[in-house]
């Protein structure tokens, strides 16, 4: 067999939830994760898929109809909360990195007789990007802001996002965004929607309006504990890799 790259075009991140659900249940691979997040248990996961949301202000987050017996994946309150994980370069001790951290304030972890210690690297890519919008136009492919690091291969719980890749065209600030990895559940919500959020503020700030979001990745999945909750959400009663027709 073939991968199976997936295309869906939404009007907001809710409608981009919906699709994602309604199509992993029918395109989907099944497998058994051998290294990750729960171990050992079983993913449903996109072989690629490339999402472009054309009003991701809209409703960026998942609206859960009226009787519908499943958990909200995000709320507002949350995603506010996420914001600040992406705009400040705070992380706790236990933490190898965060995304603001990245995005804000980068360091690089070097060893020294078996020592660690963080070097900085002495740039914001939020606002760098802001600045070459601003002074040097918007002709450029350079504005990109990286997440991911050569040595996140050794990390336990490498970053799943590793690249946004921005644009400026039709007087919009664009995002095109890549996750090795990405819980369709949980994750792509809440992801989506402080990452809409940051759009914003550069799209104001740069002086343009607010744009689209494309987003790719190889590794979009649903842990078998949602299988049921997105049964449900989009009205399916089965999941077509299940019946043999996508097997592991």
Not at 3 to 9: F, G, S
Not at 59 to 74: D, K, M, N, R, S
Not at 162 to 171: A, P, S
């Amino acid at each position: 067999m073939e991968l199976k790259p997936v295309y869906i075009e939404a009007f907001d991140v809710d409608d981009a939830w919906f699709q994602a659900l309604d199509k992993i249940l029918d395109y989907g691979y099944v497998y058994t994760i051998e290294r990750g997040s729960y171990k050992g248990e079983r993913r449903l996961e996109f072989d690629f898929v490339t999402i472009k949301i054309s009003n991701p202000s809209h409703q960026i987050i998942p609206i859960i109809p009226e009787g519908v017996a499943i958990p909200a994946p995000t709320d507002m309150e949350y995603v506010k909360n996420y914001l600040g994980y992406l705009l400040t370069g705070e992380k706790t001790e236990t933490e190898d990195y965060t995304y603001g951290e990245r995005l804000v304030s980068p360091k690089v972890k070097v060893s020294e007789n078996k020592l660690y210690r963080e070097i900085p690297l002495e740039v914001n890519q939020i606002e760098e990007v802001i600045r070459i919008y601003k002074e040097e136009g918007f002709g450029t492919n350079q504005a990109i802001m990286e997440i991911g690091m050569p040595s996140d291969i050794k990390l336990t719980d490498p970053p799943c996002l590793r690249l946004i890749d921005t644009r400026v065209r039709y007087g919009k600030l664009h995002f095109i965004l890549y996750f090795r990895s990405w819980d369709l559940w949980g994750g792509f919500p809440s992801n989506l929607g402080g990452l809409q959020l940051v759009k914003q503020y550069m799209a104001e700030e740069i002086g343009v309006e607010d744009g689209e979001i494309i987003a790719v990745s190889k590794g979009l999945h649903l842990y078998e504990y949602a299988w049921e909750w997105a049964k449900i959400r989009t009205r399916k009663e089965s999941i077509k890799a299940l019946e043999g027709e996508r097997k592991t």
